[in-house]
């Protein structure tokens, strides 16, 4: 059974930095891409970063780019999501996804406010 847990999220001031860490287990996790997705109150779901199963290749949505990065511990099967520069309109609710398998985390919330 696929089972994701987000950690990581918080309060901070814009400008400020946050790092989310999806902990995966259930399969094997070194074999599969992960995706980071996020929704703010009354917004779709919207994609946020992506990377390979080998973390050679990543993808950051543009409007991110340059800020967040993601990166993976196949050891730890763990994913994170490296969040910089933050803005208030990065408030969301980050889940953690496995496209492979459908699976999405129960989501971490992050505010970004003054």
């Known amino acids: 059974q696929v089972q994701l847990v987000e950690s990581g999220g918080g309060f901070v001031q814009p400008g400020g930095s946050l790092r989310l860490s999806c902990a995966a287990s259930?399969?094997?996790?070194?074999?599969?891409?992960m995706s980071w997705y996020r929704q703010a109150r009354g917004k779709e779901r919207e994609f946020v970063a992506g990377?390979?199963?080998?973390?050679?290749?990543?993808n950051v949505a543009d409007s991110m780019k340059g800020r967040f990065t993601i990166s993976r511990d196949n050891a730890k099967y763990t994913v994170f999501l490296q969040m910089n520069s933050l803005k208030p309109e990065d408030t969301a609710v980050y889940y953690c996804?496995?496209?492979?398998?459908?699976?999405w985390g129960q989501g971490t919330q992050v505010t970004v406010s003054s």
């Open positions: 259930g399969f094997l996790f070194d074999f599969y891409a």
């Open positions: 996804h496995a496209p492979w398998f459908n699976g």
């Open positions: 990377i390979s199963n080998s973390g050679d290749s990543t």
